[in-house]
C-alpha cells in the first residue's frame, strides 16, 4: 500500500498510519508524490484538529482507495470531540482497526 | 454579579442563534427538475450505506434513507430509469451509493461542505460491475443566505449532497447500458 501524505500536513499522520497497517503485515510506503504503478492500493485520509486549551484531532477518515481509479474500497472515520478526544495515534489505531473489522 | 448574568444570558442568546442539528433532508437534497438526456429502459434498485442519523447533540449526518430517497428521487423525475425497485428482485440494475466523507461544519460563517461518495452500478443479470467512480462534490452557503449557523450548515450539506447526486447520475447516464 502507499499512504498519500497531505502535502499540508505538518503532523505526518501518514506515518502513524504507515506504521499502523505494517503491524497488520501489509508493505507500506508513503510520501507527497503519485504512487508507483505497482501498488495493490492508496490510502488516502483527511483530519481535522480543533482548538480546546491545546489542539486535538477532532476528526479523521481513512479511505483505502484503487491506485488506477481513485474508487473507494474501504474507509472508516473516527470522530471525538474534546472530552473524549484521543491522541493522533489512538485516533489512528481506532479507524485502521474499524476498517479491518468492516472487512471481515 | 452583573457580569455573570451577562455571561449567562449571552451563553442562552449563542445556544438559540447555534440551536440543536438537524439532518439533511430528502427535500433538500432532492434535485430540481433533473435532465440527463439519456432514458435506460430498464429498471434500478437503490441502496445507499454509510450515512448515520443526526441526534440532538450530535453535529449533523446524512441519513442512508433520506440519501436513497433523494436519488431515487432524481431517478423518478429524470426518468433515467423506466422504474425503481423496492426490494431485493425484479431490478435490471442495482446503484450502490456508499457515503464516504463529508465534512461537517462546526463553526464559521461562509460554509463549505466537502462530499465524497462511491458508486457502482452492478447488471443484477450477471452480476458485472458496468460502473465504479469516486464522486466528490461540495457545497457552499454564506451568512446572508442564512443567519443560524445550523440551518447553514444544513443547506451547505444538502447542496454538497444535490452535486453529487446530479455528477452521479450524469455519469451513469453516459454509459451504454
Same mark, same amino acid.
Given at each position: ?49 480543533m482548538w480546546d486549551i491545546t489542539m486535538y ?24 470531540t474534546s472530552l473524549?478526544r ?19 | 454579579m452583573v457580569t455573570r448574568y451577562g455571561g449567562i444570558v449571552v451563553a442562552a442568546i449563542v445556544l438559540v442563534l447555534a440551536g440543536c442539528?438537524?439532518?439533511?433532508? +430528502? ?17 434500478? =434498485?437503490?441502496?445507499? %450505506?454509510? !450515512? ?5 447533540l ?31 428482485? !425484479? ?15 462546526i463553526f464559521g460563517g ?9 458508486? %457502482?452500478?452492478?447488471?443484477? !443479470?450477471? +452480476?458485472?460491475?458496468?460502473? =465504479? ?10 451568512m446572508?443566505?442564512?443567519f443560524a449557523f445550523v440551518? =447553514?450548515? +444544513? ?6 449532497? =444535490?452535486?453529487?447526486? +446530479? ?11
Amino acid at each position: 500500500m502507499y499512504v498519500k501524505k497531505i502535502p499540508e500536513d505538518g503532523r505526518e499522520i501518514n506515518l502513524l498510519i504507515a506504521d499502523k497497517l505494517r503491524t497488520k503485515g501489509v508493505t507500506v510506503t508513503t510520501g507527497t508524490e503519485p504512487p508507483v504503478s505497482n501498488v495493490d492500493a492508496v490510502v488516502t485520509y483527511i483530519d481535522k484538529w480543533m482548538w480546546d486549551i491545546t489542539m486535538y484531532m477532532l476528526e479523521l477518515t481513512i479511505t483505502i482507495r484503487d491506485p488506477k481509479t481513485d474508487f473507494p474500497i474501504a474507509t472508516g472515520n473516527s470522530f471525538h470531540t474534546s472530552l473524549t478526544r484521543l491522541s493522533p495515534k489512538e485516533m489512528v489505531n481506532e479507524v485502521v482497526e474499524n476498517i479491518y473489522k468492516g472487512a471481515k | 454579579m452583573v457580569t455573570r448574568y451577562g455571561g449567562i444570558v449571552v451563553a442562552a442568546i449563542v445556544l438559540v442563534l447555534a440551536g440543536c442539528a438537524s439532518p439533511a433532508s +430528502r427535500e433538500g437534497m432532492a434535485l430540481q427538475s433533473p435532465v440527463f438526456g439519456k432514458q435506460f429502459p430498464y429498471s434500478i =434498485r437503490v441502496q445507499t %450505506s454509510g !450515512g448515520s442519523e443526526t441526534s440532538a447533540l450530535d453535529t449533523i449526518n446524512i441519513s442512508d434513507s433520506d440519501l436513497k430517497a433523494a436519488i431515487e428521487d432524481a431517478v423518478v423525475q429524470s426518468k433515467l430509469f423506466k422504474s425503481v425497485v423496492q426490494g431485493k428482485d !425484479g431490478s435490471d440494475y442495482e446503484l450502490n451509493v456508499r457515503v464516504i466523507y463529508f465534512s461537517k461544519p462546526i463553526f464559521g460563517g461562509t460554509l463549505t461542505v466537502e462530499f465524497e461518495t462511491a458508486w %457502482s452500478l452492478i447488471k443484477v !443479470g450477471d +452480476r458485472s460491475v458496468v460502473m =465504479r467512480k469516486s464522486v466528490k462534490s461540495s457545497g457552499t452557503v454564506t451568512m446572508s443566505e442564512a443567519f443560524a449557523f445550523v440551518t =447553514r450548515a +444544513r443547506l451547505a450539506v444538502e447542496a454538497a449532497a =444535490r452535486e453529487n447526486i +446530479r455528477q452521479g447520475l450524469k455519469a451513469i447516464s453516459e454509459l451504454d447500458l
